[in-house]
């Protein structure tokens, strides 16, 4: 059992040096606790998923030029999330505009290699599968 999603949730990523913000635009149309609820598919950089403030990994590129620019010393760059795919699994009963809806369980991958996860679902009030 999972809690529903909402615009304001908190995210994290392993290789974000703060907390993000989740956005959930009201197209969706549907509400959880007054404050509209995420699918799947609330998954889009900058528009969904906000700046983890910092990246630590190699495997972003501009965290690796600024490394190597500084004689292999680790330099973080501005951590902006590339996400390709849907948030996973997503809710198995509850759909939301014909979507899978979002729960704190899930999580997202970043093209560089960092697992998103929701540390707060954005309302406490809202239990799905």
């Given at each position: 059992?999972g809690?529903l999603v909402?615009?304001?949730a908190q995210?994290?990523c392993s290789?974000?040096?703060?907390?993000?913000?989740?956005?959930v635009?009201?197209?969706n149309?549907v509400n959880?606790s007054?404050?509209?609820?995420?699918?799947i598919?609330?998954?889009?950089?900058?528009?969904n998923?906000?700046?983890?403030?910092?990246?630590?990994?190699?495997?972003?590129?501009?965290?690796a030029?600024?490394?190597s620019?500084?004689?292999g010393?680790l330099t973080?760059?501005p951590?902006?999330?590339v996400?390709?795919?849907?948030?996973?699994p997503?809710?198995?009963?509850?759909?939301?505009?014909?979507?899978?809806?979002?729960?704190?369980?899930?999580?997202l991958?970043c093209t560089?290699?960092?697992v998103?996860?929701?540390?707060?679902?954005?309302?406490?009030?809202?239990?799905?599968?």
């Amino acid at each position: 059992m999972g809690q529903l999603v909402t615009n304001g949730a908190q995210l994290q990523c392993s290789f974000g040096v703060a907390p993000g913000a989740m956005v959930v635009t009201p197209e969706n149309r549907v509400n959880a606790s007054n404050l509209p609820a995420a699918t799947i598919m609330d998954n889009v950089p900058t528009k969904n998923i906000m700046p983890f403030g910092m990246c630590t990994t190699l495997s972003n590129p501009q965290v690796a030029a600024a490394t190597s620019a500084a004689m292999g010393v680790l330099t973080p760059q501005p951590c902006i999330p590339v996400t390709s795919a849907p948030w996973t699994p997503g809710s198995p009963t509850i759909t939301i505009s014909q979507k899978p809806a979002l729960n704190n369980s899930c999580q997202l991958m970043c093209t560089w290699g960092g697992v998103i996860t929701v540390v707060s679902p954005g309302q406490q009030t809202t239990n799905v599968p």
